[in-house]
């Protein structure tokens, strides 16, 4: 009895165990929630020494960069450390064919020689109050999503309003946990930062597309960032007289690097998850959805790879289009692999099984909740073939460029419509420019393969209802050949050529806006997107509203039904902390996979003028006389590491900390098997990875002598300073 006891509490250990790493946590919330946890995986500091504020804390030395990823502040001048693939448009930006940054790297070696990136900001969390009260007053259960939503609206003005805040200061509310709770936001955002260093992309990216999304990794990606304020030190526009800013906060930096086990914690923005979706949306997911968006990316990546290895101008001029289809098409194959492998479906479908055995004994419970999981499957039923139309429409139509250009051009259209000659000159300006760069990178020939390929999935692969009668006529008229009819449309529209374009602009606003109007790919792309509003945009537009209202409602119920749960929100590009053990894992039978990357695995995998895997002949010089400095161990340069951190897209660039919360690695990215932990966190394969920060300090010291950043540093060995 005694020994089963025993193996109980065991499992039952395990279980928690289990369960330790999975959340996206409130900062505000730690203490209450999880500081016990933490500090029994390992945790030194405090809830209070992450987020406090009445003292500064990590979180003051956290920044949303750009809103689309995570930095932090690593030195008292206001140095920001973020990824390469965050940093990568201002690098770009930067870039000639005289200095090529994303080739060759960038270092300002010194404050002078950091430049300049209008648009990119930095934005500190100075506060955050629970407004769930204030928000959702005088709002009922018997109320429409609409009555709902517009009393919310009411509320939320009121709230921002009178929320206490500097002039230089700014406000958001978000919902929370579907919208049972509300959260509101004091930040500051500074809106000059300049670039301070990057290394070239053979290092910063090494691997590429290959490698994205896969463990062993080898890749430095890390970019640096200089936040600049005003002589006050408030937040300033760009003036060459601003100064460094001065942080309430900067992270030191350990050199000592994680053993197995160790614990971690990543504090950044993760941008969205679905944690607590219902089992057939889950199904939904992995039979349909992902399926349909691979298929047509698969398809478009086949078509711009073809003119990519032929022809090395659209080589560079596709590159980032390229990446970027890639990554999402990559991480939904690791997606529906985990959620099968981890039979994500059958473990829901248990837990609606228990919600339900739990509700139906409770008659409280009963009352409100008796009909849910059944409203929640018919509901996604319900929305199923319209979300695969959705699918179909969001993921051909842009990847079709003549169809975007055509959405400008009608922007002139709509201005001088509704505000006569002055709206079209203001439109046509902005326009001309947006034009210009999207033009820099396209190509009409691959523009008009695209067309061809994706139109015929369009087709083939939707039923009637849901495809433009007007591209149907087109294709009878070229004898159905999908080919002719892109070749009828490239060789007719003005739209695919820059210049064409211009001596269409020409002519007086009636004359230019007829003339738009007449232009194959304007009819073309206005019916597309008018069939797709009417036979799903409107309808997607209902149902979502009634999913939403159910999972709010599913979201209070299982807080509800599973108390003995603690419950974090799902991401929505607001400031958490994640935290979990270093540890290997194992991918598939007879394979684990190590928890550490070393500089001999960069050089493994090096293949002299590829595309994706060459390298720096200074790297390999550094490597061949083991120059490590003080960021090697036993004669070997630490590169990344992976942990059991429940991150997502948004925390590339968050900082990775060890139980003390000194700065050990740079969160990037999360490995194939396991990301499916937007849906369904699993421990056993989901890790997410970090480069090591003894790598990047190797990078900037050894390899790009900045010694000017290094001096900046606050590093940390053993609990003492190192000098
Ligand atoms: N997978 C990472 C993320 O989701 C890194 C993407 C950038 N790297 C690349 N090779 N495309 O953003
Ligand atoms: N690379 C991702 C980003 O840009 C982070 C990786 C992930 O999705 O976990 O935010």
Same mark, same amino acid.
């Given at each position: 009895?005694?020994?089963?006891?025993?193996?109980?509490?065991?499992?039952?250990?395990? @279980?928690?165990?289990?369960?330790?790493?999975?959340?996206?946590?409130?900062?505000?919330?730690?203490?209450?929630?999880?500081?016990?946890?933490?500090?029994?995986?390992?945790?030194?500091?405090?809830?209070?020494?992450? #987020? &406090?504020?009445?003292?500064?804390? $990590?979180?003051?030395?956290?920044?949303?960069?750009?809103?689309?990823?995570?930095?932090?502040?690593?030195?008292?001048?206001?140095?920001?450390?973020?990824?390469?693939?965050?940093?990568?448009?201002?690098?770009?930006?930067?870039?000639?064919?005289?200095?090529?940054?994303?080739?060759?790297?960038?270092?300002?070696?010194?404050?002078?020689?950091?430049?300049?990136?209008?648009?990119?900001?930095?934005?500190?969390?100075?506060?955050?109050?629970?407004?769930?009260?204030?928000? @959702?007053?005088?709002?009922?259960?018997?109320?429409?999503?609409?009555? %709902?939503?517009? =009393?919310?609206?009411?509320?939320?003005?009121?709230?921002?309003?009178?929320?206490?805040?500097?002039?230089?200061?700014?406000?958001?509310?978000?919902?929370?946990?579907?919208?049972?709770?509300?959260?509101?936001?004091? !930040?500051? !955002?500074?809106?000059?930062?300049?670039?301070?260093?990057?290394?070239?992309?053979?290092?910063?990216?090494?691997?590429?597309? !290959?490698?994205?999304?896969?463990?062993?990794?080898?890749?430095?990606?890390?970019?640096?960032?200089?936040?600049?304020?005003?002589?006050?030190?408030? *937040?300033?526009? #760009?003036?060459?007289?601003?100064?460094?800013?001065?942080?309430?906060?900067?992270?030191?930096?350990?050199?000592?690097?994680?053993?197995?086990?160790?614990?971690?914690?990543?504090?950044?923005?993760?941008?969205?998850?679905?944690?607590?979706?219902? &089992?057939?949306?889950?199904?939904?997911?992995?039979?349909?959805?992902?399926?349909?968006?691979?298929?047509? %990316?698969?398809?478009?990546?086949?078509?711009?790879?073809?003119?990519?290895?032929?022809?090395?101008?659209?080589?560079?001029?596709?590159?980032?289009?390229?990446?970027?289809?890639?990554?999402?098409?990559?991480?939904?194959?690791?997606?529906?692999?985990?959620?099968?492998?981890?039979?994500?479906?059958?473990?829901?479908?248990?837990?609606?099984?228990?919600?339900?055995?739990?509700?139906?004994?409770?008659?409280?419970?009963?009352?409100?909740?008796?009909?849910?999981?059944?409203?929640?499957?018919?509901?996604?039923?319900?929305?199923?073939?319209?979300?695969?139309?959705?699918?179909?429409?969001?993921?051909?139509?842009?990847?079709?460029?003549?169809?975007?250009?055509?959405?400008?051009?009608?922007?002139?259209?709509?201005?001088?419509?509704?505000?006569?000659?002055?709206?079209?000159?203001?439109?046509?300006?902005?326009?001309?420019?947006?034009?210009?760069?999207?033009?820099?990178?396209?190509?009409?020939?691959?523009?008009?393969?695209?067309?061809?390929?994706?139109? +015929?999935?369009?087709?083939?692969?939707?039923?009637?209802?849901?495809?433009?009668? $007007?591209?149907?006529?087109? @294709?009878?008229?070229?004898?159905?050949?999908?080919?002719?009819?892109?070749?009828? $449309?490239?060789?007719? !529209?003005?739209?695919?050529? $820059?210049?064409?374009?211009?001596?269409?602009?020409?002519?007086?606003?009636?004359?230019?806006?007829?003339?738009?109007? =007449?232009?194959?790919?304007?009819?073309?792309?206005?019916?597309?997107?008018?069939?797709?509003?009417?036979? =799903?945009? &409107?309808?997607?537009?209902?149902?979502?509203?009634?999913?939403?209202?159910?999972?709010?409602?599913?979201?209070?119920?299982?807080?509800?039904?599973?108390?003995?749960?603690?419950?974090?929100?799902?991401?929505?590009?607001?400031?958490?902390?994640?935290?979990?053990?270093?540890? *290997? #894992?194992?991918? %598939?039978?007879?394979?684990?996979?190590?928890? #550490?990357?070393?500089?001999?695995?960069?050089?493994?995998?090096?293949?002299?003028?590829?595309?994706?895997?060459?390298? *720096?002949?200074?790297?390999?010089?550094?490597?061949?006389?083991?120059?490590?400095?003080?960021?090697?161990?036993?004669?070997?340069?630490?590169?990344?590491?992976?942990?059991?951190?429940?991150?997502?897209?948004?925390?590339?660039?968050?900082?990775?900390?060890?139980?003390?919360?000194?700065?050990?690695?740079?969160?990037?990215?999360?490995?194939?098997?396991?990301?499916?932990?937007?849906?369904?966190?699993?421990?056993?394969?989901?890790?997410?990875?970090?480069?090591?920060?003894?790598?990047?300090?190797?990078?900037?010291?050894?390899?790009? +002598?900045?010694?000017?950043?290094?001096?900046?540093?606050?590093?940390?060995?053993?609990?003492? *300073?190192?000098?």
């Amino acid at each position: 009895m005694k020994k089963y006891a025993l193996l109980l509490l065991v499992f039952l250990s395990v @279980l928690a165990k289990s369960f330790a790493e999975e959340g996206m946590w409130l900062p505000q919330l730690l203490q209450t929630l999880n500081e016990k946890q933490m500090k029994k995986m390992g945790m030194r500091i405090s809830a209070s020494d992450i #987020y &406090s504020i009445s003292k500064g804390s $990590l979180k003051d030395a956290i920044v949303s960069f750009g809103g689309f990823c995570t930095a932090e502040v690593i030195s008292d001048q206001g140095l920001l450390l973020t990824n390469h693939h965050c940093g990568f448009d201002a690098i770009q930006n930067h870039s000639s064919i005289q200095n090529n940054y994303i080739r060759d790297g960038f270092w300002a070696y010194n404050k002078d020689q950091e430049l300049r990136n209008e648009g990119l900001f930095a934005t500190f969390i100075i506060r955050i109050d629970d407004v769930t009260a204030d928000v @959702l007053k005088g709002v009922t259960n018997s109320m429409t999503e609409k009555e %709902r939503q517009s =009393a919310i609206d009411k509320n939320l003005a009121g709230v921002r309003s009178s929320a206490k805040k500097e002039s230089y200061q700014d406000v958001f509310v978000r919902a929370f946990f579907e919208g049972n709770k509300y959260y509101l936001f004091v !930040t500051e !955002t500074y809106r000059d930062v300049r670039l301070v260093g990057a290394p070239p992309s053979s290092i910063g990216n090494y691997g590429k597309d !290959t490698d994205n999304w896969m463990w062993p990794r080898h890749t430095g990606d890390f970019s640096m960032f200089r936040i600049y304020a005003g002589k006050d030190n408030k *937040p300033a526009a #760009y003036s060459p007289n601003n100064v460094p800013y001065k942080p309430k906060r900067s992270l030191n930096i350990s050199l000592d690097g994680v053993k197995e086990g160790d614990f971690t914690m990543v504090f950044g923005f993760p941008g969205r998850t679905n944690e607590y979706l219902h &089992s057939s949306a889950i199904e939904q997911i992995v039979n349909v959805s992902d399926p349909a968006k691979i298929a047509i %990316r698969t398809r478009a990546l086949q078509v711009i790879d073809g003119f990519m290895r032929k022809d090395e101008e659209i080589k560079i001029q596709y590159a980032a289009k390229y990446a970027g289809i890639s990554n999402a098409w990559k991480k939904w194959q690791g997606e529906v692999l985990g959620l099968t492998k981890t039979n994500a479906v059958e473990k829901r479908k248990e837990l609606e099984a228990n919600f339900e055995k739990i509700v139906l004994q409770k008659p409280e419970f009963n009352l409100v909740y008796i009909n849910l999981l059944k409203d929640l499957k018919q509901a996604y039923a319900a929305i199923e073939p319209y979300a695969y139309a959705r699918d179909y429409f969001t993921e051909i139509f842009p990847r079709i460029e003549v169809f975007g250009f055509a959405n400008q051009l009608n922007a002139l259209v709509n201005a001088y419509e509704k505000n006569g000659e002055t709206g079209y000159n203001t439109a046509k300006e902005k326009a001309l420019t947006t034009l210009a760069e999207l033009f820099k990178e396209y190509n009409a020939q691959v523009d008009q393969k695209l067309f061809e390929g994706l139109m +015929e999935m369009y087709v083939t692969n939707q039923k009637e209802q849901y495809v433009s009668p $007007l591209f149907r006529d087109m @294709l009878k008229n070229a004898g159905n050949s999908y080919a002719q009819t892109a070749s009828d $449309l490239y060789t007719r !529209t003005k739209f695919s050529n $820059l210049s064409s374009i211009k001596t269409l602009l020409a002519g007086s606003a009636k004359e230019v806006c007829d003339a738009i109007k =007449a232009d194959p790919a304007w009819t073309l792309s206005q019916d597309i997107q008018k069939t797709y509003s009417s036979s =799903a945009g &409107s309808k997607i537009g209902e149902l979502q509203a009634t999913i939403n209202q159910l999972q709010r409602t599913y979201m209070q119920a299982q807080m509800d039904v599973f108390t003995q749960k603690a419950y974090y929100p799902d991401a929505n590009s607001t400031l958490r902390v994640t935290y979990g053990n270093v540890k *290997p #894992y194992q991918p %598939r039978d007879a394979v684990k996979f190590d928890f #550490y990357s070393y500089l001999d695995g960069v050089i493994e995998k090096y293949k002299p003028g590829d595309y994706e895997f060459d390298l *720096p002949q200074k790297l390999i010089d550094l490597y061949k006389k083991k120059d490590f400095g003080r960021y090697g161990v036993n004669g070997r340069q630490p590169v990344c590491f992976i942990a059991a951190n429940h991150t997502t897209g948004g925390n590339s660039g968050s900082p990775a900390l060890n139980a003390d919360g000194n700065l050990i690695g740079l969160n990037f990215d999360r490995v194939w098997e396991g990301t499916m932990s937007d849906i369904n966190y699993d421990p056993t394969i989901c890790r997410n990875i970090m480069v090591d920060i003894r790598y990047v300090l190797f990078i900037v010291d050894k390899y790009a +002598e900045a010694k000017n950043i290094i001096a900046e540093l606050k590093l940390v060995s053993k609990g003492k *300073p190192v000098k």
